[in-house]
Nanobody, 131 residues
Framework: QLQLVESGGGLVQPGGSLRLSCVAS????????IGWFRQAPGKEREGVSC????????NYASSAKGRFTISRDINKNTVYLQMDSLKLEDTAVYYC????????????????????????WGQGTQVTVSS
């Protein structure tokens, strides 16, 4: 059974950092694109970042570029999202999701503009940025 479990959310002050983890079970990261999405209250879900099944390419939303870093540990079947310089507007529930690589890769880039290719989702972890 394919499963994703996020952790690492919490309350942080503006300018602070958090590292989210997404542990995958029931499948290997070699075959799947992993994306991070977020949804704030009253807003639509948006893509934040993704990493290809090869682990060699990443993609970021403009809101995340320069502040967030996605990475993975293939031995732990875990994908991370390091979030630095957090802002109030980063407050949201963060989800990791998995898509078979053929569904969410265009040329060498993984797709985060659409959530439809992502078939499997975690339960989410709350990130609150507040002073």
């Amino acid at each position: 059974q394919l499963q994703l479990v996020e952790s690492g959310g919490g309350l942080v002050q503006p300018g602070g950092s958090l590292r989210l983890s997404c542990v995958a079970s029931g499948f290997t990261l070699d075959d799947y694109v992993i994306g991070w999405f977020r949804q704030a209250p009253g807003k639509e879900r948006e893509g934040v970042s993704c990493i290809t099944s090869s682990g060699t390419s990443t993609n970021y939303a403009s809101s995340a570029k320069g502040r967030f870093t996605i990475s993975r540990d293939i031995n732990k079947n875990t994908v991370y999202l390091q979030m630095d310089s957090l802002k109030l507007e980063d407050t949201a529930v963060y989800y990791c999701a998995a898509a078979y690589w053929t569904e969410a890769t265009v040329q060498t880039l993984c797709v985060i503009t659409q959530s439809a290719p992502y078939e499997y989702w975690g339960q989410g972890t709350q990130v609150t940025v507040s002073s």
